[in-house]
């Protein structure tokens, strides 16, 4: 029976298009050979279908019914795929990851005047945006100049810090050196990567961020 299966497989080539099946398993494609073979020599499906075993009877799907079928599972995934990328560009602007906020905000020992270089040197831009399609420079940009960096992510742990507004911001207890790096206006406007800077502004205060998994990723202010 396997091998006068396998030749009557042939037969389904000799179909038009429409009236090929999609199925899932050899046995189901076998008896759809008895049914080609039916339709070009004569028997009848119903002589047909008693010669396979009762597991290998079955019934499959239309060509077209399949052929809607894999539309369907395509479309689907097509639109879960959209949504991850959706997703992805809500989280690219709206956060940054541990190491991007220690990248654009942690800066041990710097001094006042050291914003224009390592603004530069780290590539510390704002993002392009619905508005403004390209990069451009940040106006203002904060770092931290504390020489125990340990004690940034210990904000977000239990008794590091304080909940603050209504942004799931959290607020030090502890205060922090920091150095706020001003954009200095140029005309015309300068573009990155060659923003300048004025002499920062240090100070000592307590910083607010947003944690995620215990680390900070976005810097929202200080106080």
């Not at 539309?71 to 560009?89: T, Y």
């Not at 993002?127 to 399609?133: E, I, R, S």
């Not at 977000?156 to 207890?173: H, L, N, R």
Request: charged share 15%; glycine share 6%.
């Amino acid at each position: 029976m396997s091998s006068y299966c396998e030749n009557l497989l042939q037969l389904q080539l000799f179909l038009p298009a429409s009236s090929r099946c999609s199925c899932h398993s050899y046995q189901e494609t076998s008896y759809l050979s008895l049914q080609a073979s039916s339709q070009l020599y004569g028997p009848s499906e119903e002589t047909l279908q008693p010669i396979l075993p009762a597991s290998s009877r079955c019934v499959c799907h239309s060509y077209q019914e399949t052929s809607y079928l894999s539309l369907q599972i395509n479309m689907k995934i097509s639109i879960f795929a959209g949504v991850l990328l959706i997703s992805a560009a809500v989280l690219s602007v709206d956060g940054q990851s541990w190491a991007q906020f220690q990248n654009k905000h942690i800066n041990p020992g710097m001094t006042a005047g050291q914003c224009t270089q390592v603004i530069a040197a780290r590539k510390i831009v704002n993002p392009p945006t619905l508005n403004n399609p390209k990069i451009s420079c940040k106006g203002i940009n904060t770092f931290i100049s504390t020489q125990d960096v340990n004690a940034v992510p210990d904000i977000c742990a239990k008794g590091g810090g304080d909940p603050y507004g209504t942004k799931g911001m959290t607020i030090s207890k502890a205060s922090f050196p920091i150095v706020d790096c001003n954009l200095v206006k140029q005309n015309p406007p300068a573009v990155p990567y060659n923003c300048r800077y004025g002499n920062g502004v240090p100070s000592t205060k307590k910083i607010i961020v947003r944690c995620e998994n215990g680390k900070p990723v976005h810097f929202h202010g200080s106080k």
